[in-house]
């Protein structure tokens, strides 16, 4: 009797994943814990092991495939003699549109009916297939087309007597519906404005967004328009700051880090964290209430080839800087591979951005909610500053503080920037 292997749990809040590869075949041996299939959830890219070992019997999803949390991937035969696949072709036969992975979901879509009474047309032009948490009987390359002319190909009737759905289907269906399929609406509430056809004024190309792409696009939307930010600009000098670098930077490479600005600044923010525990918060609006922590777990704003993404460094107020250089360079590595987990980018309090490298000087970052506001670093220059009754050359880095003005007054925002900006002109505090 083949095993059912189910999407576990990914993480919380995490309800469905973007299946961008499956690493097994029908027939295929797997070991206990060997990964089976790639998914993209949440701006993380995961692979899945398997529980158990045994021999693939059938495989239920594609890449491309929206899959729900407590779907049925694969089935395995535990006994690895394939004696399961034929029971798979069987199963096949009784089901040749593949509506669902097992019996119990082809029945599920019959429960909502009571809620489409209310609205007929609806209900009467919905195929079979229209559970959006069901594998769609199409191949991957009608699936993409889909997305990219905007169709839901949950709503789309095969053609076929299976039921499979071709891209004719896929054309027929959009042809037939003459209203623009419904945008989604943006974070705000109001539906996104309609484009005109660039093609018009020249030569375009097209290119679907990644599930990372929209989750930031998304996340960003909310946070923009939920919190009112305000974000205030100060430049630290920061020259013997750097000059401690220099000296300790050679401490770091041999523990296996890179000495960096940012484990200093890192450093720095968990102090004035300490100091400003307003800004060591969230809001729920809901339960009109404002909830403190007690825990230092600062985000590091990354640019990798799959997209922005935020991991987060754990207790950085009870970690050395030379720690601190070590664990970056470790997640580093993991954001440009795409092997950041869930909890790599989860239970952040604060984050930083920096821009340096690429010249940037001031700018304006946006909160990465629940938090209450976000750092944003620039190029650090050698600026003549007024010293002692002489100008003198002074390495200045700009700063800037976004902070939810829901939660965080003005005044609030400035005390914790500037005891951050005096905390940086004197490193002997931040060795204490």
């Known amino acids: 009797m083949p095993t059912e292997f189910k999407l576990p749990e990914l993480g919380e809040n995490i ?27 949440d701006k993380a890219t995961l692979e899945v092991p398997c529980p158990f070992a045994g021999k693939i019997a059938e495989v239920l999803v594609a890449q491309g495939d929206t899959i729900q949390v407590g779907q049925v991937v694969l089935t395995v035969d535990p006994a690895g003699n394939g004696a399961a696949a034929p029971k798979s072709e069987s199963a096949k036969s009784e089901s040749p549109a593949l509506a669902a992975p097992a019996p119990s979901k082809t029945e599920k879509p019959a429960a909502p009916k009571p809620d489409s009474k209310p609205k007929p047309p609806a209900a009467s032009k919905a195929p079979a297939n229209s559970n959006p948490g069901t594998p769609v009987p199409a191949a991957p390359s009608v699936r993409q087309f889909a997305r990219e002319i905007g169709v839901d190909i949950h709503a789309v009737r095969g053609s076929d007597p299976t039921g499979r759905i071709s ?23 109001a539906a996104p404005s309609a484009l005109p056809d660039f093609s018009k004024f020249g030569p375009t190309t097209t290119e679907p967004m990644s599930k990372i792409r929209r989750i930031t696009a998304d996340h960003l939307s909310a946070a923009w328009t939920q919190a009112p930010h305000v974000t205030l600009f100060e430049s630290a000098d920061i020259t013997d700051l750097e000059a401690m670098r220099q000296k300790t930077k050679a401490d770091a490479e ?48 990354a640019d990798t080839p799959k997209g922005l993404v935020v991991p987060v460094i754990r207790d950085v107020d009870q970690k050395s800087i030379i720690d601190l250089s070590v664990e970056i360079v470790q997640l580093a590595a993991k954001a440009r591979d795409g092997k950041l987990s869930l909890a790599d980018m989860s239970g952040g309090v604060f984050t930083i951005t920096n821009l340096g490298a690429l010249g940037t000087g001031f700018f304006t970052p946006i909160i990465n909610a629940p938090e209450a506001a ?11 500053v007024y010293l002692h009754d002489d100008w003198r050359p002074r390495l200045m880095l700009p700063l800037s503080l976004s902070f939810d003005h829901r939660l965080v007054d003005g005044a609030d925002g400035a005390r914790f920037l500037h005891w951050l900006t005096e905390a940086a002109q004197q490193p002997m505090m931040m060795a204490m």
Do not use: F, W
Request: proline letters at 6%; a neutral charge.
């Open 167 to 189: 891209i004719d289907d896929v054309k027929q269906h959009a042809r037939n519906n003459t209203a623009a399929p419904a945008a989604p609406r943006a974070a705000g509430g």
């Open 374 to 384: 976000i750092l944003g670093v620039g190029r650090a220059e050698t600026k003549p």
């Open 15 to 41: 309800e469905s994943a973007e299946v961008v590869g499956v690493l097994v075949a029908p027939g295929d041996t797997v070991t206990e814990d060997q990964s089976v299939v790639e998914v993209e959830t």
């Open 254 to 301: 041999k523990a296996g880090g890179k000495l960096t600005l940012m484990p200093m600044l890192l450093k720095l923010v968990a102090a004035a964290l300490k100091h400003h525990p307003k800004i060591n918060a969230s809001i729920d609006t809901a339960n009109q209430q404002i909830i403190h922590k007690d825990y230092c777990h600062v985000g590091i704003a």
